[in-house]
């Protein structure tokens, strides 16, 4: 087994989010804003911050979420539990709809479905075996298999070209802007899937 | 089974690095150098990049290592296979030498042993499965679960507040900042783990 054994995970978490189908979720956390008003009464520009609950296993000890608090962002590392099999090349939802190598893209359908996502700390209750985050992008229900603080010095390259995506922005507009936007439901097919 | 049933995951490649042992090996990417020389060799100053190779699985398309190129950065997801059991709270090596909770450290003793890096793209060969990578922090022979394009939009928040880790920079100096340093092997007890 040159390439390594199968693993086994159990998941740490589970998050609640108000995403409940996967056409309604943002593609990435920071496009996201909350789906509960009904599209008819959308309102373009900034509206309020989705928040999402992550509930950890009583087997995690409360003590392993002390000196969280100080952190803005942190990873959630997470099991893509509503991927359905995977393609060598997708098609991801932006621009001229080309179809692009499956590992320079974020689609949720991959070998491994593991997810990625960035999400902003709002609060810490360690003894509840609680954490509230903001600007996510998870299905409700999603299980969590790793939460990481954020460290911007190994995180962070803000002027890291990204290849096709930086090509199909500078074709046709910014579309990726940090911030909340317009409500998903309303807006699910514009959001940029990676 | 209310946080999720445990999950089975298949590594999708291996990653060949200069890092044989944990001792030697940096603690993030951008603290990463070459440990080839003797340490009584070692000059300060900016030296050669690491590079490493992840073969990938013969599984695994060529198709899917397409579009890779045109981007600075990648993510690797990978197994810690070296971990052995975990603990609620850590002494990262840095600074005062506090235990803090284990999920506000980056800490490879977790309970699902999942290590996340971003890691700089040197070269992509499709065909050949094999795409080689610089700044790594990663141990030899590591098998990665996912690779993922780095998104600035999504994965760049440079002043993103780190809580104990700003504060222990600002009580005993930037000991964080990006960039190779001395070899690792002359270091290793002065590289900060997170």
Redesign the interface.
């Known amino acids: 087994m ?13 998050i609640r989010t108000p995403f409940r189908d996967r056409i309604e979720t943002p593609h ?3 496009v996201s804003a909350d789906p509960s008003p009904e599209p008819e009464m959308a309102q373009p520009g900034p509206r309020a911050p989705v928040l999402a609950t992550i ?3 009583e087997w ?14 942190v ?1 959630l ?1 997470y ?1 893509l ?1 509503r991927s359905e099999g995977w393609r ?2 997708v098609k991801p939802p932006r621009g001229p709809r080309r179809a ?7 689609s949720p359908h ?3 479905p ?1 997810g ?3 999400v902003r700390l709002v609060s810490v209750d ?1 003894p509840g075996r609680r954490v509230v985050v903001a600007d996510v992008d998870l299905l409700d229900g999603t ?25 199909v922005d500078a074709a046709v507009g910014r579309l ?3 911030g909340p936007k317009r409500p998903v439901r309303a807006r699910a097919r514009e959001v940029p899937e ?1």
Chains 1, 2 share one sequence.
């Open positions: 040159p390439h390594g054994n199968p693993i086994t995970l159990t998941p740490v978490a589970v990435q956390p920071v509930e950890f296993a995690v000890p409360p003590e392993s979420l002390q000196d969280l608090e100080g952190f803005d962002r990873w590392i099991h539990h060598a090349r692009r190598g499956l590992f320079a893209t974020r991959r070998p491994n593991i990625l996502s960035c360690a299980p969590i298999l790793d939460l990481k603080p954020y460290v911007p010095y190994a995180d962070a390259f803000p002027d890291a070209r990204a290849g096709w995506v930086d090509e990726t802007a940090p990676i």
